[in-house]
């Protein structure tokens, strides 16, 4: 199988996520160690593939249907390269900044032509939003938090919530403070399948969805803002903010830069369905596989899954999350496969990227 499913139903030539909206923290930790192994990863804006790097692979193969997604990871190729730590974070928008017009060359220093014409005419959104908010689901969240959050919560009331606190204050704090009937109404509309598949994700992403994503988003920010803490979560500050607190994604941490620039060169980009890597006969250690099974009908979803076990290496891990559309191993594959869920369990508790109710860690058997 060559092409995916989705390739006829969406549009891919404009950037969808110009930031990774899942938590590589719980990603890298899913797949165990990988020291010396080939991993697979959907490239999305490139930052979990890069997060990756970090586990010590042989080589990081990354894949994508959207050429505009492979230009974002081209992007932070050259960043890592070019730009020291902290002009990295101006660039990407989690630090406020007067000098992203001159970072933004600089970074682009070395790449391909392509690459180079593609971000410089995106100059003046990323001047002034940063590249990590270009994306179209970025824009959504832009409209959320700029026109209509200020219509139900004042400013003092949003920077609140990134205020540490006992797990039970902060349950007060959202039930009696936050969780207003405005909030709600706000929640219902801006959430719904019709607007999210307009303006923030795309409409055939819904196809195969079960329940409204409204009450799917409602549950997981208490996930977000109750169970776990707000002030370490820079997801949720992005989103209420624009910009990152003290906390930040993995991959844009002090603490991985130089690993992560030592190790470029092990990034091998693919560009093209997940279907047409397994056609290579290459062997896997470990898969990112993202959400996408979300966007296939189950009887495609059990053929996709046979070919990725068809590409696995004895004991290789298969990591993805669920949004709403539930999807795990396949029955007819369930002898092949054994899911650990002890692993699932502590890590669906840290993750901090929120909008998913699942998040799957599967180990291929032999």
Not at 344 to 353: I, S, V
């Amino acid at each position: 199988m060559q092409t995916s499913e989705i390739e006829a139903k969406a549009a891919f030539d404009h950037i969808r996520y110009a930031q990774l909206w899942e938590d590589a923290d719980v990603l890298t930790q899913g797949l165990g160690d990988c020291a010396g192994g080939t991993l697979v990863s959907i490239c999305s804006a490139g930052d979990n593939a890069l997060a990756m790097l970090t586990l010590d692979p042989k080589k990081v193969v990354v894949v994508d249907l959207s050429l505009a997604q492979i230009a974002c990871l081209n992007l932070r190729i050259g960043a890592f390269r070019n730009l020291s730590h902290p002009e990295f974070l101006e660039l990407m928008g989690a630090r406020p900044s007067s000098q992203r017009a001159s970072l933004l060359p600089k970074a682009l220093t070395g790449l391909d032509d392509e690459t180079r014409a593609f971000w410089e005419a995106l100059t003046p959104e990323v001047e002034q939003h940063g590249a990590g908010g270009v994306g179209k689901f970025e824009r959504y969240f832009r409209i959320f938090r700029t026109r209509l959050l200020p219509l139900v919560h004042s400013q003092k009331t949003i920077d609140a919530i990134f205020v540490s606190r006992p797990k039970a204050d902060r349950q007060v704090f959202l039930d009696k403070r936050f969780n207003t009937w405005r909030w709600r109404l706000l929640l219902n509309a801006f959430f719904s399948r019709f607007v999210m598949g307009r303006m923030g994700r795309d409409k055939a992403f819904f196809d195969h969805v079960e329940g409204s994503p409204a009450q799917h988003v409602a549950r997981r920010i208490r996930h977000a803002a109750a169970d776990c803490d707000p002030a370490e979560n820079p997801y949720l500050h992005w989103i209420m903010k624009g910009t990152h607190g003290v906390a930040l994604p993995m991959t844009w941490r002090e603490e991985h830069f130089d690993t992560i620039k030592a190790r470029l060169d092990r990034i091998d980009i693919r560009p093209g369905s997940l279907e047409a890597f397994i056609s290579t006969g290459e062997k896997a250690d470990g898969f990112n596989l993202s959400d996408i099974f979300e966007y296939m009908s189950p009887e495609v979803f059990t053929q996709v899954y046979g070919s990725i076990l068809s590409a696995s290496a004895p004991k290789a891990r298969l990591v993805y999350w669920n949004m709403m559309a539930p999807r795990r191993v396949p029955p007819v594959y369930s002898s092949r496969v054994k899911t650990l869920g002890d692993v699932e369990d502590r890590l669906k508790a840290e993750d901090k990227a929120f909008f998913y109710s699942d998040f799957v860690v599967e180990e291929v058997i032999g």
